[in-house]
């Protein structure tokens, strides 16, 4: 695996840090049987402060002794402190009166909570499907406010698992037994075998399902038809689509077809995050460039990079150089995207043309970029 890093000196020893950690477990992963135990919902986390506050509220599993299971924490490696995507997601026990209780004499099996994001279901809330894979016990997820709807049901049916498997808990439910899995990926520590072997479940279903469809061998998925923090991203999807990528908007695909396209592909590119993250779904003969939004690293890219031994090159793409806007300790600040110097060098590097970039856009996108941080500052600094 290669990493190759256009950005600025003083953010490339973070990067390459990064890059160079080993994410691989070996260790088996482990269950814990828990007779008897409760199915915690989602209530305000009011006693945890910073990356240990739960972004979604405390709940998860606990015994018959009111003890917290914790196999049943979503949690994140506290490997960059100044993101927010290293915070806890959900976990942790809270007091119940037995009468708000309600009984299901079933054994099942503790997935955790879902809510619709799809980076966060890659990386946070599959991982313990593993288990169901070799079990055909019922599957339960706590249900926020929906349940698994479009793409989201059907990676899950990708990986072999039914939706009549599937129980939904929206208050707190007491089980005869509930097995309570360790995740298969965990973010910002470590990836195994059994999440390798998911994925890969997945792809080959998926390709099933696609084949006869036509591959393409440069592929770009791109969320400018879709409201996003990010301003200016036409400008990198015009360059992409001039130099050769098939430009993909993933709300228009399914599920199959997302998987399809990334894994058929010899080089992905997207802007980093949630749709870069796809490359999970990447063969190991794909390349990847991940365009840069923020001086803040998502570790889970190295780990996803790591275990598919995909070669990325990550390219800073951002010209936002307005101060930085945190709130409570992280950072929400708007981010502009742009053929930045970085990426001019990368392309340059790379027979990539950058002739369709444009001042005029690039201004515009730039005054958007002041208007929203300024709009944002107002909300954090003077209304908070």
């Known amino acids: 695996m290669l990493s190759r890093f256009y950005m600025p000196e003083g953010l490339k020893s973070e990067y390459k840090r990064l890059s160079d950690v080993s994410y691989k477990r070996s260790e088996p992963l482990q269950v814990a049987a828990v ?10 986390d009011t006693v945890n402060h910073g990356l240990d506050k739960a972004t979604y509220g405390l709940g998860g599993v606990i015994d018959s002794e009111d003890r917290f299971i914790d196999y049943s924490l979503m949690d994140a490696g506290k490997c960059v402190t ?3 995507l290293c915070r806890k997601r959900f976990g942790g026990r809270y007091d119940i009166e037995a009468s708000e209780v309600i009984e299901n004499d079933r054994e099942v099996i503790y997935i955790g909570l879902f809510w619709p994001q799809w980076g966060h279901f890659l990386v946070d809330i599959i991982t313990r499907l593993w288990y169901a894979l070799e079990n055909e016990l019922p599957v339960v ?5 929906k349940e698994l709807y479009g793409n989201y049901l059907e990676l899950i049916e990708l990986l072999g698992i039914s939706k009549d498997r599937i129980i939904y808990v929206d208050k707190p439910t007491r089980f005869k037994k509930v097995y309570v899995p360790e995740p298969a990926f965990y973010p910002g520590k470590y990836y195994t075998d059994k999440y390798y072997a998911m994925i890969d479940r997945a792809v080959q279903e998926a390709r099933f399902r696609c084949s006869g469809k036509q591959a393409f061998s440069k592929v770009y998925f791109s969320r400018t038809r879709i409201g996003s923090a990010e301003i200016g991203e036409i400008s990198i999807e015009k360059v ?3 130099n050769g990528f098939e430009i993909f908007y993933p709300e228009n695909l399914s599920a199959a077809e997302q998987i399809y396209y990334v894994n ?5 590119a997207a802007v980093e995050g949630t749709i870069s993250h796809n490359s999970v779904f990447a063969s190991e003969r794909t390349k990847q460039i991940v365009f840069l939004r923020s001086i803040v ?27 930085l806007i945190r709130k409570n300790g992280f950072l929400v600040e708007p981010r502009l995207l742009c053929i930045s110097r970085y990426f001019k060098k990368y392309a340059a590097e790379n027979g990539i043309g950058t002739g369709s970039a444009s001042a005029v856009d690039f201004c515009r996108h730039y005054l958007v970029y002041v208007l929203k ?12």
């Open 82 to 84: 100044v993101s927010n």
């Open 264 to 268: 058929s592909s010899e080089v992905f």
């Open 373 to 384: 941080w300024i709009k944002k500052f107002v909300k954090v600094k003077i209304l908070k």
């Open 240 to 242: 992409m689509k001039d």
């Open 141 to 145: 997820f706590i249900r926020k406010d």
């Open 297 to 323: 690293p998502i570790v889970f890219q190295f780990q996803i990079n790591e275990m598919k031994n995909i070669s990325a090159d990550y390219v800073y793409s951002t010209a936002g150089n307005l101060p």
């Open 35 to 44: 007779e008897n135990a409760t199915v915690l919902t989602p209530q305000k």
